[in-house]
């Protein structure tokens, strides 16, 4: 049964920096697409980051809002997956959540973790 932990949201101020961590059972990371999204309040939920299998050359590619200020990678031994966030900005303050693109399905339904809130402030 595939299961996703996030971790290392908090508050931060505009400019900061945050790592946030993506653990994971029941999928092997390295050969799925694997992505970040996050949903802010009152919003639907986006993909923010994506990272190819090993199989598709484990590219990446982000959405136009974080591109160059975000980096998605992998530790495949470890199975964790990582988004670094640099210069943050208030539009940034979201859940966010781990999961394979598309969204890993359980019971019928998509599966999501409980994601890790990220609050910037301005």
């Known amino acids: 049964q595939v299961q996703f932990v996030e971790s290392g949201g908090g508050l931060v101020q505009t400019g900061g920096s945050l790592r946030l961590s993506c653990a994971a059972s029941?999928?092997?990371?390295?050969?799925?697409?694997m992505g970040w999204y996050r949903q802010a309040p009152g919003k639907q939920r986006e993909l923010v980051a994506q990272?190819?299998?090993?199989?598709?050359?484990?590219?990446?590619n982000y959405a136009d809002s974080v591109k160059g200020r975000f980096t998605i990678s992998r530790d495949n031994a470890q199975n964790t997956m990582y988004l670094q966030m640099n210069s943050l900005k208030p539009e940034d303050t979201a859940v966010y959540y781990c999961?394979?693109?598309?969204?890993?399905?359980?019971?019928?339904?998509?599966?999501w973790g409980k994601g890790t809130l990220v609050t910037v402030s301005s």
């Open positions: 029941g999928i092997i990371f390295s050969i799925n697409a």
């Open positions: 999961n394979t693109i598309p969204a890993a399905r359980l019971r019928g339904m998509d599966y």
């Open positions: 990272l190819t299998s090993v199989y598709s050359g484990g590219t990446t």
